[in-house]
């Protein structure tokens, strides 16, 4: 069946600065902002894009992931002959293998993408939080006849160093392309969202899949070798929220940022983020409970005190516990007394009475957000220092 | 579970129920700020594996019908068979009963479907059924027919049965209130095809409308049924006035009651909506409610249910209040013991207070 444009999205990331979190689950499998998973916002976009056929490309711990998207009926990519598709790696004859890199995960899927003999592909990645029509972006692309639409948002000079920097032509196009500069000379930053040409895009995969030296990555390899062959490649200027989730700081910082409801406005019914959600009674809160500026979800029971938090669903703060500048992932359990401040609790763990993870700001380079992995039964008055990050319960100090 | 299927009456409408009758059945009733009612009725017979399920409706059906996307919640689309809407003939006039209603669809009962057993149930009935164990129940003891009933007061009227010494049912007692005699009727029975069919033939051949009081009556008392009597554990309310549903709803701000409605091992499915978290302004002070996901709460709530996309802005404030989707309530209004149906707009400093023996209703689309 002959689509016009295709995505592919990016899953298979390890995320290895948010280990805690990641150990057992891919990035973009990821609870987030309450109701989410990271990978939300792109298949959401996508669909809300008018884009009905989506690749997912996974490769580290895939299972949850899998079974998260499933049909894909929870964003509506669920229709025939189209529809969200998870791609692993596979076996091809004798041999098989991992994808080497993002490119080369595009690469091994070309068949997949052949079935659709589309005109154009776009490359998202997993782990960023936003909302983008990608068809205003296509519609850029389309105008100026470009082989490759890369968008960016511009940065400030010092974030500059951490992001693919563009640099632009007196016709507005994309002349230099250069991966984390060191002295970078333009604040155009890349979002690692591509549209290219696919006949175009199909040549440059195979050519760098011959070539023993490339690392077979779209910002290290295939932009450079397009702008080299002198293709037309521009620039699509986003405006709006845009976060990188990569780290446990940023993670943190975009949960809190879900707080400010004219940030990222998800509850904009024209523009819906959607979720596949268990479906859980509408959260409780008791008679002693104490709710201020915070986010909560379907499945909770509230009977403690919450402020400035993200709750995901199916949480439970008991009576007489704390969470404060916080992010409780689906089903943890904060037990009577214990205080959870500027900290994640991972999926399932049970907090103990009278722990305390986490600490305020005091000002000093070492602080930071206390983590806590999933599925760990902390031991009661259990102190977990700020800055750090625990995934056995054998770590934590009593 | 193969070979059986469910029928389930939601034509039902009850004047009792005022404006919150109005659009819908009352079996579309929203309940605790995500289900509608019949959602009890199509989730236990998912939790038994019972995929194939007839409707029947008459008027008022828009809201079910929107409700069941299809049957997908419930696992109910279905190659052959699934979530299955009768509605009406259009020459039909108001159902009298369901053996009338039961006689609309004879000819669908007879030839149409194969299944052995049959589950019998009405669509508002508010309780977590274990369907299963009925119909485990009614295979192992031979009854004719099995009813699930209660034996725990439960406000209303009923039919209540008086269990025999054998187990099964020695006499039927049509519409009664008292809470001391025999046992009181769920009605959700599970029978055989054929059964069904002989009493919807014995009912068509006179005027005679009604499940209980006639044709149940006249099969046990003149061909000798065997009613098998299971008893249901757990919470149960039947809701066919604005004061059940007042009282229902409230009953499940006590957590026990809610996670006996809601246990994990027996999920109560609903439609799915495409809503956020809620989001609680630093303003925000809420004690004592039930509050589903895609709500914007700036105000104090007390003792209230609160469907998606309410919201509620700052200097509200809301007591043993029932408000229903995407209505909006302004600042400085202050709620008592009221119901908003949906898509209600109540305009900023308003004052409005009914009492919990007498709720007020604001109907559907209503500005005040």
Known sequence: MKKQCIAMLLAGGQGSRLYALTRDMAKPGIPFGG?????????????????????????????????????????????????????????????GQWFAGTADAIYQNIGFVDIYDPEYVVILSGDHIYKMDYADMLAVHKKNDAACTIAVLR????????????????????????????????????????????????????????????????????????????????????????????????????????????????????????????????????????????????????????????????????????????????????????????????????????????????????????????????????????????YTEEEVSV | MKNVRGIIFAYHNFPELGDLGKYRTASALPFCGRYRLIDFALSGLMNAGIYNVDVLMQFGY??????????????????????????????????????????????????????????????????????????????????????????????????????????????????????????????????????????????????????????LLHMMRECGWKIGLQMHEGYARKITTIQDYFDASFEMLEYERLTDLFPEERPIATRARSDVSTYYSDRSRVTNSLIADGCIIAGTVENCIISSGVRIEHDVTMRNCIVMNNTTIHTGAELSNIICDKDVDISAGLKLNGSGKLPLVVPRNGKL
């Open chain 2, 62 to 215: 828009q809201s079910l019908l929107d409700h069941f996307s299809g049957g997908r919640p419930w696992n109910m689309v279905r190659h052959s068979g699934g979530l299955h809407p009768m509605l009406a003939r259009v020459n039909q006039g108001v159902y009298g009963g369901d053996m009338e209603a039961l006689d609309a669809i004879s000819t669908h009962l007879r030839d149409y479907i194969k299944d052995e057993y049959i589950v019998v149930m009405d669509g508002n009935l508010c309780a977590n059924l274990d369907l299963q164990k009925l119909i485990d129940a009614h295979m192992a003891s031979g009854a004719d027919i099995t009813a699930l009933c209660t034996d725990r007061p439960m406000p209303g009227e009923h039919h209540c049965f008086i269990p025999g010494d054998d187990g099964f049912a020695k006499d039927l007692l049509c519409r009664r209130t008292e809470t001391s005699l025999g046992v009181r009727s769920l009605e959700v029975y599970v029978l055989r095809r054929e059964k069904l069919l002989d009493m919807v033939k014995w009912a068509s051949e006179g005027d005679r409308l009604h499940f209980h009081r006639d044709a």
């Open chain 1, 35 to 95: 109701k989410y998973r990271i990978i939300d916002f792109p298949l959401s976009n996508c669909i809300n894009s008018g884009i009905d056929t989506v690749g997912v490309l996974t490769q580290y711990k895939p299972l949850q992931l899998n079974s998260y998207i499933g049909s894909g009926g929870a964003w509506d990519l669920d229709a025939s002959g189209g529809g969200a598709f998870v791609l692993p790696p596979y076996q091809t004859g004798e041999t």
């Open chain 1, 155 to 390: 940065v400030s000079m010092q974030e500059a160093t951490r992001f693919g920097i563009m640099t632009l032509g007196e016709d507005g196009s994309i002349i230099k392309f250069t991966e984390k500069p060191k002295e970078p000379d333009s604040d155009l930053a890349s979002m690692g969202i591509y549209i290219f040409d696919w006949k175009k895009l199909r040549r440059f995969l195979i050519d760098d899949a011959a070539d023993t030296n490339s690392s077979h990555d779209f910002g290290k390899n295939i932009i450079p070798n397009m702008l080299n062959a002198g293709e037309r490649m521009y620039p699509y200027q986003f405006e709006g929220y845009w976060r990188d989730v990569g780290t446990i700081d940023s993670y943190w910082d975009a949960n809190m940022d879900m707080l400010s409801p004219t940030l990222v406005n998800t509850f904009d019914r024209s523009w819906p983020i959607m979720a596949n959600s268990p479906r859980k009674v509408p959260q409780y809160i008791g008679p002693k409970a104490s709710v201020a500026h915070s986010i909560i979800t379907e499945g909770c029971e509230i009977l403690g005190t919450v402020e400035n938090s993200v709750l995901s669903s199916s949480v439970v703060v008991e009576e007489g516990a704390t969470v404060r500048y916080s992010t409780i992932l689906p089903g943890a359990r904060i037990c009577p007394g214990a205080v959870v401040e500027y900290a994640i609790v991972g999926e399932n763990t049970v907090v103990s009475a009278g722990s305390h993870i986490g600490a305020p700001p005091d000002g000093t380079e070492k602080w930071g957000v206390a983590t806590v992995g999933p599925n760990l039964k902390l031991p009661e008055n259990g102190v977990v220092p700020a800055a750090s990050m625990i």
